[in-house]
């Protein structure tokens, strides 16, 4: 067995979560901190306040904006007289039946994949947190990496109809008009990025600690 | 392969804590070893990037950023996409989509966008110009940790390069009902994303914040 090393919290330390300046910390088994960082004037924490239950409020709402995300319509396009609406799945079912593959899997992965994947795995992390799990520490980490990073690509659809909308402007001819599924789709994508930011990776290393100790 | 640092109480008297850093991601308590110029420096226990050593110059990332504050001018002023379709033309700008999405009832819409878009690269220009104006010249200007710090909060709200892909879905999408014509904002946008990723990575926020302790 590896003797681990000690974290800064148990050489009474606090990393600034920010500028990584490691500041004296508060004695242990006092958990509230209202200190600020000297150098950058974040708020210091040993572990992010209330992660968990921040993290799981937030996923718990993204997924139930999820639900009219995708069953509203997200554009409608007004044709001469014609008016037609489209989902996102819609939106890519158009595109691989007319034969723009790639289009369709990037709208695909962006609108559809990214955000499930995220709220997936943001679950998986909170209950194996919750669960004290010791397996696949380090593999962990890279998947809330990953995730954190990913998931403002998400925001492409909403760019998409922004754009969509101040092009085809030809009046009676055509136009088209945001739904409201891109509302709730920009909830989604903006919530899950707060439900990540909330997460604090650290926890998922602190239940080796307890057992090793 | 991970050595303890010994006793956890008494560490911090062992070893000066300037060469002690924990991991931002499981804070992993560790000696950070020199990093020679070009290499990294990653956490003994999950293997997070901690310290990259980049050029400590910062007259490149400054470069860039007056480049970076032009193009973000040009691509707001510019024509951005045109609309052909026979005789019928219609001539749209990077804001005219924001504007037309708060017409349509959606002022929230709109207002994420205009500051994903707009005003949190506009924030990051200033910003990173405030911060690396006075460290480039050995100064401190008042509150400057703090704007660095504002700087990385920042970051992720950042989205032009998103819209970028969204102007090249859009294009496929109205490929077939008429012509798409990019005007100059477009290439302006697409050099700014280039340029301010190139001014980021060329500064290593260590270096920025280790001057806190020692304005020279």
Redesign the interface.
Known sequence: M????????????V?C??????C?GQPPGRQARTDKCP????RLY?RKPDSIARSWALVIAACIFYIPANVLPMTTVTSLGTVQSDTIMSGVIY?VQ?G?WP?AL??FVASVFVPLLKLFVLSYLLISVQRRSRSR??DR??L??ITEAVG??S????????????????GA??TI??GPA??HF?AVV?IT?FAA?SFD??L???AKEKTDE | MISGLGDPRDIVKRIPAMHLMACHECDFLQKIPQVPEGAAALCARCGTVLVRNKPKSFQRPLALLVAGAILFVMFNTFPFLTFKQGGLEHRTYVVSGIRDLADQGMPQLAALVAFNLLIAPGLHLLAFLYVLVPVSLNRRAPGMFRVFRYLRLLQPWHMVEIFMLGVLVSMVKLAKMAQIVPGVAVYSLTAFIFVMAAASAAVDPHEVWERWEDPR
Do not use: E, N
Request: with cysteine; proline share 6%.
């Open positions: 590896k003797t681990p090393g000690p974290t800064a919290r148990d050489a009474g330390l990393a979560s920010v500028c990584h300046l490691l004296p150098r950058c004037g974040a040993s595109f007319s723009s289009i990037v709208i520490l380090k980490t890279r809330y990496l403002r690509w925001m492409l659809d909403i760019f998409v109809v922004t754009i969509l909308v101040a092009l085809v402007h030809l001819l055509a008009q945001a891109a509302l920009a903006v990025m930011m990776p650290r998922i290393w602190d």
